[in-house]
């Protein structure tokens, strides 16, 4: 069995960095051509696992310490009801890089499972297009 928690070859994998930028993080972010996984915990581990094709929109945020130490979150709200409709990434080094290569691999996922954004209307849903990663259309049911 791999080293990974996720399917697929890894197109990006980083340990969650603490405030000053350094890895004594339990929690790993690992991305595949198919799904991106955040592994957390040490004694009790926790596997959340997202596939790509199910990503509705990146969001990429940075407070002002973040921004000291080149550090990011990036958001991924997504139709996957186990993560609760979104996946953080916290404390991400090369953040900006990092989203692109999300947006490229989701971009990707969507053409091979030929999964357009017809199939989200409505009931956990969006319409529009998705080449550039927003969301004009989303339609979030009131919330």
């Known amino acids: 069995m791999s080293n990974s928690m996720a399917d697929g070859d890894i197109i990006w994998s980083q340990r969650k960095r603490n405030w000053c930028r350094t890895p004594f993080t339990f929690t790993t972010y690992t991305l595949t051509n ?3 996984a955040v592994k957390s915990g040490i004694l009790r581990e926790t596997y959340d ?8 929109d990146l969001t990429l945020t940075r407070t002002l310490l973040q921004r000291l130490f080149g550090l990011s979150t990036i958001t991924l709200e997504t139709r996957d009801q186990s ?3 979104q996946l953080v990434l916290k404390n991400v080094v090369r953040g900006f890089d990092v989203r692109r290569v999300i947006q ?3 971009d990707e996922s969507r053409n091979v499972n030929r999964v357009s954004a017809r ?3 409505g009931d956990g849903s969006y319409e529009g297009g998705y080449d550039d990663g927003y969301n004009g259309g989303y339609d979030d049911g009131g919330r």
């Open 104 to 106: 490229r691999a989701v």
């Open 83 to 85: 993560s609760g409709g």
């Open 119 to 121: 199939e989200y209307m």
């Open 34 to 36: 198919d799904e991106i």
């Open 49 to 56: 696992v997202t596939k790509l094709f199910r990503v509705v």
